[in-house]
Nanobody, 120 residues
Framework: QVQLVASGGGLVQAGGSLRLSCAASGSGFSINAMGWHRQAPGKQREWVAGIAIPGTTMYADSVKGRFTISRDNAKNTVFLQMNSLKPEDTAVYSC??????????????WGQGTQVTVSS
């Protein structure tokens, strides 16, 4: 079984920065892709960014130029560097991973979210 643990959230002023981390733990698996989503109170969950094993990265239009997703394959960890934060970035950020087990079965895993609050 695989578990994802996210960390790095907090309270910052508009224009500030935060770096989120999410590590996958377990054994007998390989990660095909990892990413981040966010959800503000009363709002739909929004996809933010993703990175695949070949190194391809993608971003939502709302965060392009401000957020950067990266990974450390040796540590099964994905990062989200968030710069020039805006109040509208306030949300619970959750990480996910697309993982294949030894039998070749592909499953999507989700971690618990970390709160990001951006004040005016």
């Amino acid at each position: 079984q695989v578990q994802l643990v996210a960390s790095g959230g907090g309270l910052v002023q508009a224009g500030g920065s935060l770096r989120l981390s999410c590590a996958a733990s377990g054994s007998g698996f390989s990660i095909n892709a990892m990413g981040w989503h966010r959800q503000a109170p009363g709002k739909q969950r929004e996809w933010v960014a993703g990175i695949a094993i070949p190194g391809t990265t993608m971003y939502a239009d709302s965060v392009k130029g401000r957020f950067t997703i990266s990974r450390d394959n040796a540590k099964n960890t994905v990062f989200l560097q968030m710069n020039s934060l805006k109040p509208e970035d306030t949300a619970v950020y959750s990480c996910n991973a697309l993982i294949g087990d030894s039998s070749g079965s592909i499953k999507s895993y989700w971690g618990q979210g970390t709160q990001v609050t951006v004040s005016s």
